[in-house]
């Protein structure tokens, strides 16, 4: 059973910084990518950030710049360093890894953690 466990949300103000943990109980290895979703009320969830097995890392353009998402493989964990943060990245942050292709895929999700962003 993949279990994944965020941690590190919390509130800040507009400018500011926080780094989010995802914890994996396997191996990051065995996944073919993680993410950072997010969603705010009233809106739909949106990916935020992801990363590979193989490193390449991609990113939504309202993050792009402020946000950096890196793993550290030995302790399986991933994060997402989030910097000049805005009010309108307030949101509940979800990690997600993703094992298997096509009809294979399965997803695994955390169960958030809150960010809240004050102007």
């Known amino acids: 059973q993949v279990q994944l466990v965020e941690s590190g949300g919390g509130l800040v103000q507009a400018g500011g910084s926080l780094r989010l943990s995802c914890a994996a109980s396997?191996?990051?290895?065995?996944?073919?990518?993680i993410g950072w979703y997010r969603q705010a009320p009233g809106k739909q969830r949106e990916l935020v950030a992801g990363?590979?097995?193989?490193?390449?890392?991609n990113y939504a353009d309202s993050v792009k710049g402020r946000f950096i998402i890196s793993s550290d493989n030995a302790k399986n964990t991933v994060y997402l360093h989030m910097n000049s943060l805005k009010p309108e990245d307030t949101a509940v942050y979800y990690c997600n890894a993703v094992k298997g292709t096509g009809w294979g895929r399965r997803d695994y999700w955390g169960q958030g953690t809150q960010v809240t962003v004050s102007s």
């Open positions: 396997g191996s990051t290895f065995s996944f073919n990518a």
């Open positions: 990363i590979s097995t193989g490193g390449s890392t």
